[in-house]
């Protein structure tokens, strides 16, 4: 079975799995701080990187808008 490539997700679905990976980030974080375990500070540490680049990864993929009747000004 080939995957899927498309997914077909709303800008608040999205949201919702993001604030739950930063969630999850956060909690790892501080794990990471109170351990005293090499192997379980080893896995933690690979789960830290592989949420930031997830949340790299989704950040690269939303297209960003600008209006075109007034001036852009970010920030």
Request: charged share 30%.
């Given at each position: 079975?080939?995957p899927?490539?498309?997914?077909?997700?709303?800008?608040?679905?999205?949201?919702?799995?993001?604030?739950?990976?930063?969630?999850?980030?956060?909690?790892?974080?501080?794990?990471?701080?109170?351990?005293?375990?090499?192997?379980?500070?080893?896995?933690?540490?690979?789960?830290?990187?592989?949420?930031?680049?997830?949340?790299?990864?989704?950040?690269?993929?939303?297209?960003?808008?600008?209006?075109?009747?007034?001036?852009?000004?970010?920030?």
């Open positions: 079975m080939k899927n490539k498309t997914l077909n997700i709303d800008v608040r679905e999205l949201q919702i799995i993001e604030d739950a990976l930063n969630k999850t980030l956060d909690e790892q974080l501080k794990k990471r701080s109170c351990l005293n375990n090499i192997a379980i500070k080893i896995n933690t540490e690979r789960s830290i990187k592989e949420i930031r680049a997830l949340l790299g990864s989704l950040h690269n993929q939303k297209t960003w808008f600008r209006p075109n009747d007034k001036i852009y000004i970010s920030g």
